[in-house]
């Protein structure tokens, strides 16, 4: 989950990675010792004296709460907010655990759990905008960066979308998402958007909020290709109700109007139900498995959002167009060669940041 804020305010939050009250550790070599440094920083240095003083989300959320206390209502800000929850490891405070006891499996009582720990702190993030009388110059989105894990031990129901996180069904690229805040114009608050929207999308808004060109010239220098990111603020506020995205490249695959063709083998075929786990699958996961590469499968995904019908025999000249403009976005991809792990990043983590992973340079 992601959230962020721009103009006096713009706000992104986005849901993504894990959360526990001891930070990950990654094991690393270093003069013939293996070593365990933490995966904790702290904006201008390594978070030393925070690791297991506190869940995780709280740490995090104390400090968007201090940023938010003692900036200057003068000034504009941007902030990024990316909560370690909703995610494994399933863990949260036995007090939100406890609200949701009536939930039988354990994974998913912990996972509505953390959802409602969450929403609290967006509740005391928008409580204090309101205080400070930051609220009606905010932006606020708040998105997933991918669908619900579903497989064993992920705690999420993608129900009644087909599939989930890691793959291409829509249970893995259509996510949560909502844009509020004061600067939303008052017609446009509590609409229902149904047009295409990437999470690339969001930095050209902002961007565009903020009056920068999203072109990155020094990316050009580079060589690399553009950004991808197109600005939603016209749709946001109602200037238009036609998003200026009509294509979403998925890796692969792809998103057309109302069309989604996919190319390659896809896991997690299959769809849960209302409840779940349940008794046809106690530990959960989907076992189901599709050949989408030999013989690409196509989707009418605005008729049959729940990918029940594969329309590739029947709509020919779809499918031919839908595969002409994927080889078009595949030939664009940025994959850049990414070289070997370099081994001094354990000595700078021991040495430099004393037990602590942190920026390098080879």
């Known amino acids: 989950l992601s959230l962020s804020l721009s103009l006096s305010l713009s706000l992104l939050l986005s849901l993504s990675c894990p959360m526990c009250l001891n930070m990950q550790n990654e094991n690393c070599m270093y003069d013939k010792k293996q070593h365990s440094p933490t995966d904790l920083w702290m904006t201008e240095g390594p978070g030393v004296g925070f690791n297991g003083t506190v869940y995780e989300e ?3 959320k104390k400090h968007v709460m201090n940023v938010l206390g003692n900036h200057s209502v003068d000034t504009p800000l941007f902030l990024y907010y990316a909560p370690h929850i909703v995610h494994t490891p399933l863990q949260v405070p036995q007090s939100y655990q406890d609200r949701y006891a009536f939930i039988d499996d354990m994974d998913r009582r912990i996972y509505h759990a953390m959802v409602a720990y969450l929403d609290d702190v967006i509740g005391n993030i928008t409580a204090k905008l309101h205080e400070r009388d930051m609220w009606n110059n905010t932006l606020i989105v708040v998105s997933s960066d991918n669908g619900g894990p579903e497989y064993p031990g992920g705690g999420a129901n993608n129900f ?20 509020s805040g004061g600067m939303i114009p008052a017609a446009m608050r509590g609409q229902k958007y149904e047009g295409l929207v990437a999470l690339a999308d969001w930095y050209a808004t902002f961007c565009s909020l903020a009056g920068v060109d ?11 290709p553009p950004v991808d990111g197109l600005d939603m603020w016209p749709m946001l506020s109602g200037q238009n109700m036609t998003s200026p995205r009509t294509e979403v490249p998925l890796s692969p695959g792809l998103i057309s109007g109302g069309y989604k063709i996919l190319v390659s083998r896809m896991m997690q075929a299959g769809w849960t139900g209302p409840q779940y ?13 599709m050949d989408c590469s030999k013989h690409n499968c196509l989707f009418n995904i605005k008729e049959d959002p729940e990918e029940r019908n594969n329309i590739a025999d029947s709509q020919p000249d779809i499918l031919k167009h839908m595969q002409e403009r994927w080889t078009a976005w595949n030939a664009t991809a940025f994959n850049p060669i990414r070289g070997k792990v370099w081994p001094g990043a354990c000595e700078v983590a021991v040495e430099t940041y004393h037990g602590y992973w942190g920026p390098f340079l080879p």
């Open 58 to 60: 709280e740490m995090f």
């Open 160 to 179: 009644p979308h087909r599939g989930g996180k890691m793959t291409n069904w829509q249970g893995g690229v259509r996510v949560n998402a909502f844009a």
């Open 214 to 224: 999203k072109f990155d010239e020094r990316a050009k220098d580079a060589n690399l």
């Open 277 to 289: 786990p349940n008794s046809t699958k106690p530990k959960g996961g989907i076992d189901a498995v």
